[in-house]
Nanobody
């Protein structure tokens, strides 16, 4: 099982980016999916998460600006980031709880994608 993240880049303050993360491999089911970020010198933090049923949760710092969504048919989770601020600059990682078979489940991480918000 692999998670492949994409969509990062350099954007000016106030701009938007959309991150994508696709899961591939031997997948029986996918439970929670989410995005985390880690800025230099800081701990990794949860940005947004979504359950298989579509419930969502956001860090207070991104509420109203970021939207997490998923396409269960494509095993993909997205993060739409609007009104970006310099403090959103970080490496963004996707995470998913994936069951490769009916009786096992593991937490998997994507490789990280850099988001830089700067003028």
């Amino acid at each position: 099982v692999q998670l492949q993240a994409s969509g990062g880049g350099l954007v000016q303050p106030g701009g938007s980016l959309r991150l994508s993360c696709a899961a591939s491999g031997s997948i029986f089911s996918i439970n929670d999916m989410g995005w985390y970020r880690q800025a230099p010198g800081k701990q990794r933090e949860l940005v947004a998460a979504t359950t298989s049923g579509g419930s969502t949760d956001y860090a207070d710092s991104v509420k109203g600006r970021f939207t997490i969504s998923r396409d269960n048919a494509m095993n993909t989770v997205y993060l739409q980031m609007n009104s970006l601020k310099p403090e959103d600059t970080a490496v963004y990682y996707c995470n998913a709880e994936i069951a490769p078979s009916e009786y096992r489940k593991y937490s998997y991480w994507g490789q990280g994608t850099q988001v830089t918000v700067s003028s």
